[in-house]
């Protein structure tokens, strides 16, 4: 063999060798769906791989490789972070690194964040860069979970600062009304009878208001404690209705209240939030009774794939289709407190409750012939 086909067999085996690196980069690139490119800075013409193309919506036909290419798409006001980047890159020859979170806009009008990486690889004799290699990894999924992160942890904030007036707010409120409780009851024992005009009707009217508001207050006072102290135990269900039963004996036998109620479950939750629970749901049923009918109220639970689907059914005058998720919104009241007294925090304790554990609750009713609340408890 001549030194002339010798040489060429080497140069035929060194550009296959180069073949096969290149398909090997290729396919890594792709399976990382990264995108590269390889800038000559002293002619400003630029390679642009298909997969750099790919990650924005286009196909290697639909974007000419070149600086200006990119530059038409790129978030315009990251460009000049770009630039100033690149000249910080350049002027540390290398030492500061090209690295740069950047978003560009996808084909379909989405934005597409990128981690962008870059490195000047050549430079002339004068230190002038001559040649940049760099790389583009989709992070738009890592953005938006962080994004999601703060925009809940500003809500939890929020929150937790409402809770607090709240609470700051119904606690000094308190006192005041115990004043002017107080005092009116003073006035209605001491001189009822012995006032001018309607005086006697106006203390009356002062001493409900006040009642109804202190009662206001402390709903809302109970309302943000829900979940205050979160230590979740195992608890008894069908002990803690007997015990809710028990202390509205009085009211059942005034009332001549009738149960049916199924053997209930033990589930993972917070004792004293479920008992307010059942507490609110069955006085809620009694309250809302038809004139002329004992209330009767069916409580049960069926197990289901992922959780504990409770019942609490009655045979009262049911709920127009227009309030069924009005009902549960905090201070809603769908009847004059003359027909049916009340704050209209309870409806909104039972939801708060219920979310609480991770559960979900609705109502199916009837006008007329009674309402049926559902709640899940996850198992």
Not at 39 to 57: A, D, Q, R, V
Not at 239 to 257: A, C, F, G, R, Y
Not at 280 to 305: D, R, S
């Amino acid at each position: 063999m001549s030194e002339i086909e010798h040489l060429q067999k080497e140069l035929e085996e060194t550009k296959k060798a180069l073949q096969d690196r290149e398909m090997i980069f290729n396919h890594i690139v792709e399976s990382t769906f990264a995108g590269f490119f390889d800038w000559n800075i002293p002619e400003n013409t630029e390679y642009l791989s298909p997969t750099f193309k790919k990650m924005f919506g286009y196909e290697d036909h639909e974007m000419e490789s070149s600086p200006e290419a990119w530059q038409r798409i790129i978030y315009q006001e990251d460009l000049p972070k770009v630039f100033e980047l690149f000249g910080a890159h350049v002027e540390s020859k290398g030492k500061i690194p090209f690295d740069s979170e950047l978003r560009y806009h996808h084909k379909d009008g989405s934005l597409v964040w990128v981690f962008c990486r870059g490195k000047v690889v050549e430079w002339d004799e004068q230190g002038n860069p001559l040649r940049m290699l760099g790389s583009h990894i989709d992070i738009t999924n890592i953005k938006k979970s962080e994004e999601t992160k703060l925009y809940v942890e500003k809500l939890e904030q929020k929150n937790k600062e409402l809770q607090q007036f709240a609470y700051v707010a119904s606690h000094d409120l308190q006192e005041p009304l115990r004043t002017i409780i107080s005092f009116t009851e003073l006035m209605l024992e001491q001189y009822s009878g012995n006032m001018e005009g309607n005086a006697d009707t106006y203390l009356r009217f002062i001493s409900d208001a006040s009642n109804r508001m202190s009662s206001l207050v402390k709903g809302l006072l109970d309302y943000t404690r829900i979940g205050k102290n979160f230590e979740v135990s195992e608890v008894d269900t069908e002990l803690v209705l007997q015990n809710v039963l028990s202390d509205l004996n009085t009211l059942i036998t005034e009332k001549h209240v009738t149960f049916e109620i199924d053997s209930l479950p033990k589930i993972q939750g917070l004792d004293t939030e479920i008992r307010s629970l059942f507490m609110n749901m069955i006085t809620n049923a009694i309250k809302y009774k038809k004139k002329g009918e004992h209330p009767l109220i069916k409580i049960g639970a069926t197990e289901e794939m992922n959780h504990w689907k409770f019942r609490v059914e009655d045979n009262g005058i049911g709920i127009e289709k227009a309030h069924l998720k009005r009902i549960f919104l905090i201070f809603q009241r769908l009847h004059n407190k003359d027909e049916y007294a009340g704050t209209g925090i309870g409806l909104a304790h039972c939801q708060k409750i219920v979310e609480l554990h991770g559960g979900k609750i609705w109502v199916e009713s009837t006008p007329g012939l009674g309402s049926t609340f559902y709640f899940t408890i996850p198992k």
